[in-house]
């Protein structure tokens, strides 16, 4: 996470303000600064999808960074922590195939069901469910997210020397005002999101990655169900 949010800065792909920690202290500390509540804490690595803690009180927050980087909650996955800014609106996934040509084909959108309990409350969970397309990302939402999360993902990676070819999956946070930013990069189909994509394609996913690893995708490739 502490990569996919350099890489942010660097090539101007909008995400909430941040700061990545190794020593609990120095997290804690700038937990205290902040003055707006909740606050967000990420273990670095992967976690199988509950590594993301929204704190309501500086608290939780403090107990949050003391159980991954102390406790070691998820090993070395949480040997480093992600503070960012809480951010308001409506949570959805978008997904694209890209090869090192920089050609993109898109799968547009899904969301999943990632909080325990009904309401939106309780713990992240990996997915509890999911459907496609998210209403959230309505034509106006895709054609930013294009635009300025994906297209400069994909020039940036080349110009670090590593062009990418594969799934690209950006988990992205929709704000009220119809602006999205970015939560985090997955470099893989997302579960539970993954079923419901595919039930939606109608184009052979698998001639897709096959052209994605050759430098020859389409870029009006995927065809899916409305």
Not at 45 to 53: N, S, T
Not at 148 to 163: K, N, Q
Not at 165 to 192: C, H, T, W, Y
Request: charged share 25%; proline share 4%.
């Amino acid at each position: 996470k502490t990569f996919m949010k350099d890489v942010c800065a660097k090539y101007g792909i909008p995400t909430a303000a941040h700061r990545s920690f190794t020593d609990p202290q120095e997290a804690k500390a700038y937990i205290a600064e902040q003055e707006s509540l909740p606050i967000v804490i990420k273990a670095d690595g992967l976690a199988a999808g509950k590594g993301v803690v929204v704190a309501a009180t500086r608290r939780e927050a403090e107990e949050a960074v003391d159980a991954m980087l102390v406790g070691r909650q998820f090993g070395e996955a949480g040997a480093s922590v992600v503070v960012e800014d809480f951010l308001v609106g409506e949570e959805a996934s978008f997904f694209v195939i890209v090869d090192a040509n920089g050609n993109v084909a898109k799968l547009h959108s899904a969301q999943d069901h990632k909080q325990a309990y009904d309401g939106d409350r309780g713990p992240n969970t990996g997915g509890m469910g999911a459907y496609s397309p998210a209403p959230v990302v309505s034509a106006a939402v895709e054609a930013q997210v294009m635009s300025e999360v994906v297209a400069p993902l994909v020039r940036g990676l080349a110009a670090e020397g590593c062009p990418f070819q594969g799934v690209i999956f950006a988990g992205l946070m929709v704000s009220p005002e119809g602006r999205a930013k970015v939560l985090e990069f997955n470099v893989r189909f997302g579960d539970p999101e993954c079923e419901v994509l595919m039930y939606r394609l109608q184009s052979d996913v698998l001639a897709m990655l096959l052209a994605a690893c050759r430098g020859e995708l389409d870029r009006d490739e995927a065809q899916l169900k409305v």
